[in-house]
């Protein structure tokens, strides 16, 4: 099975830098995802991790630590439009396949 | 465009009664997925298919069905024995469930009970 734990809720100011943290624990790690969902709305897909490092992607940045079971998405010059639900996902093997599974989400609300 | 489409985007189910929820994409992907998503809770997966006439049970299965006759179309019945059906659901497709298996989701059903 997996186990994937990331905070429940963040605030931040707008034009500031938030980190949102997540920590996995999974067999058959095959990356971890980063989306992005806003109330309502279906989530979209922001950034992909398999090795570790930094992914740079404009504002956004993932991290991945693959020995600490860790990933962090940085989020920089943060704009309103920035409050949603960040959702971290872990691909795991299912038989042959490779499944993501969830996270709770981390809510974020950037305030002026 | 190339997308996912779901529907309806609200339904409604009385005591007893199975509903189906529509999913459909063009983007000619061969995996597709179905999840449930509870106010505060990540998604949690209910069924996912890697080829046409194949599906293989998620981790919240028990009361739902499915079928995959045609690589387009992945439908999700909520049955009588889903007692707890009210959430919004989620229709997801990738490339193939294999590397880097970036999923693509519809903008989903909310199911509630009447």
């Known amino acids: 099975g997996q186990n994937i734990d990331q905070p429940t809720e963040m605030t931040a100011t707008e034009g500031a830098i938030v980190q949102i943290n997540c920590t996995y624990q999974t067999s058959g790690f095959n990356g971890l995802f980063w989306y992005q969902q806003h109330a309502g709305e279906a989530p979209t897909f922001l950034s992909y991790n398999v090795l570790d490092g930094l992914e740079e992607k404009g504002r956004f940045s993932s991290f991945l630590s693959r020995s600490k079971g860790y990933s962090y998405l940085l989020l920089k010059e943060l704009q309103m439009k920035d409050s949603a639900s960040y959702l971290c996902?872990?691909?795991?093997?299912?038989?042959?396949?490779?499944?993501?599974?969830f996270g709770r989400g981390t809510s974020l609300i950037v305030h002026p | 465009d190339g997308g996912i489409t779901q529907s309806p985007k609200y339904l409604f189910r009385k005591e007893g009664q199975n509903v189906t929820l529509s999913c459909e994409q063009n983007?000619?992907?061969?995996?597709m997925y179905w999840y449930r998503q509870d106010p505060g809770q990540g998604l949690r997966l209910i069924y996912y298919s890697q080829i046409v006439n194949d599906f293989q049970k998620g981790d919240i299965a028990e009361g739902y069905s499915v079928s995959r006759e045609k690589k387009e179309s992945f439908p999700l019945t909520v049955t009588s024995a889903q007692k707890n059906p009210t959430a919004f659901y989620l229709c997801?497709?990738?490339?193939?469930?294999?590397?880097?298996?970036?999923?693509?989701f519809g903008a989903g059903t909310r199911l509630s009970v009447l």
């Open positions: 997801a497709s990738s490339i193939s469930p294999t590397y880097k298996n970036i999923q693509y």
């Open positions: 983007l000619n992907h061969d995996a």
């Open positions: 996902a872990v691909s795991g093997r299912a038989g042959g396949s490779y499944i993501p599974t």
